[in-house]
């Protein structure tokens, strides 16, 4: 039972353009999402995250928008450059108290081409 | 600068032989994870610590045990390899307070092959 999911497994997007990736979930219990990016070779690093009390959150380039009764959100990188190409993974947690324990989508291949 | 590492990048061991990958990290964050990810699927928590607390999955196989030894060190041991945990395997760690323990910070990994 994949409680996150990813369902483009690849994106293809001009240099410039937006490039925008989905993601959906199925458990109401979860309480913050988060975007991770990663390239070949290295594990996953951070990017941008959302707590389930908001609907929007915005770092430079970077701008996450989460649906709530949708059970939806959506990564946009404005503009997309080609070294925002990268596996773009979203996840899912669940937060035990002291420890965040995550749930991850099977990702999105995002390339920017010139 | 702060980091996860995993040693080593690259394990090859025999069907049946006990292997163990090990993670260290510099961060001094409290809480440390094992991921597996097998090819074009998601990241699978296998189990965390919390400090010295060990918290399996319901479903990670016994086949799977690990150990910390202190904060900076884990260590992921499979006793008996079998060909379908073939995966890469991922550290984790994060903060176990505040608003960025949602964050976690993940080695490179360690791919590891049963023959």
């Known amino acids: 039972d994949q409680q996150v999911k990813q369902n483009s497994p690849s994106l293809s997007v001009q240099e410039g353009r937006i490039s925008i990736l989905n993601c959906d979930y199925t458990?109401?219990?979860?309480?913050?999402f988060l975007w991770y990016k990663k390239y070949p070779a290295e594990g996953p690093t951070f990017l941008i995250s959302?707590?389930?009390?908001?609907d929007k959150n915005e770092d430079g380039r970077f701008t996450v928008f989460l649906n709530k009764s949708a059970k939806h959100l959506s990564l946009h990188i404005v503009p997309s450059q080609p070294g925002d190409s990268a596996v773009y993974f979203c996840?899912?947690?669940?937060?035990?108290?002291?420890?965040?324990?995550?749930?991850f989508g099977t990702g999105t291949r995002l390339q920017v081409t010139l | 600068d702060a980091m996860v590492i995993q040693n080593p990048r690259y394990q090859v061991t025999q069907f049946g032989k006990p292997v163990t990958l090990s993670c260290s990290q510099t961060l001094n964050h409290n809480v440390m994870y094992w991921y597996q990810q097998k090819s074009s699927q998601a990241p699978k928590l296998l189990f965390h610590y919390y400090d010295k607390d060990f918290n399996n999955e319901a479903d990670t196989p016994d086949n799977f045990q690990s150990r910390r030894p202190n904060t900076s060190f884990c260590f992921l041991d499979i006793r008996s390899p079998g060909l379908g945990d073939a995966a890469m395997y991922l550290c984790?760690?994060?903060?176990?307070?505040?608003?960025?323990?949602?964050?976690?910070?993940f080695g490179p990994g360690t791919r590891l092959t049963v023959t």
């Open positions: 996840a899912a947690s669940r937060d035990t108290g002291t420890a965040s324990k995550l749930t």
């Open positions: 984790a760690t994060s903060r176990d307070w505040g608003s960025s323990h949602y964050e976690q910070y």
């Open positions: 458990n109401s219990m979860f309480d913050y």
């Open positions: 959302i707590s389930s009390i908001k």
